[in-house]
């Protein structure tokens, strides 16, 4: 018997997606969490860079098609249950890296404090100035 195909060995979910998590590879910094269907990691896999699974839209959605914010991944990760994803990516297309809609580094940007969650990390760039 051959070797099981990488892919295969992911455990997907009844919709056949799997989570993932978005890892900066410089910093350690969480970006967002996301998810992949098995063409968005084969895809990734083979590009180098980021492509998710837009569960709102129904299809592949390659980071960085309108903001222009690419994540080039260097290596893709499995859990020890094999059901999570993480990626080790270079956040690309701004200064220090943009992986929010909102225009901020990290999709993590507010703390819970005081019963409230606050927003703790600056917009960096205007988001409508991002998606036009």
């Known amino acids: 018997m051959g070797a099981m195909n990488w892919i295969e060995q992911v455990k997907w979910d009844a919709q056949g ?15 967002m969490f996301a998810w992949m269907n098995r063409e968005a990691l084969q895809k990734t896999a083979e590009l180098g860079r980021a492509v998710y699974f837009s569960r709102s839209r129904g299809k592949l959605w390659f980071k960085g098609e309108e903001s222009g914010h ?26 220090p890296g943009i ?16 019963g409230q969650w606050q927003p703790v990390d600056p917009v960096l760039k205007d988001p409508q100035s991002i998606y036009q």
């Open 17 to 31: 997606l799997v989570p993932v998590i978005a890892q900066e590879q410089g910093t350690g910094d969480v970006l």
């Open 70 to 95: 690419v994540q080039m991944v260097h290596d893709i990760r499995i859990d020890c249950d094999n059901d999570v994803i993480l990626l080790q990516v270079t956040q690309q297309g701004h200064e």
């Open 99 to 114: 992986a929010c809609h909102t225009g901020r580094h990290s999709c993590f940007y507010s703390v819970l404090r005081e």
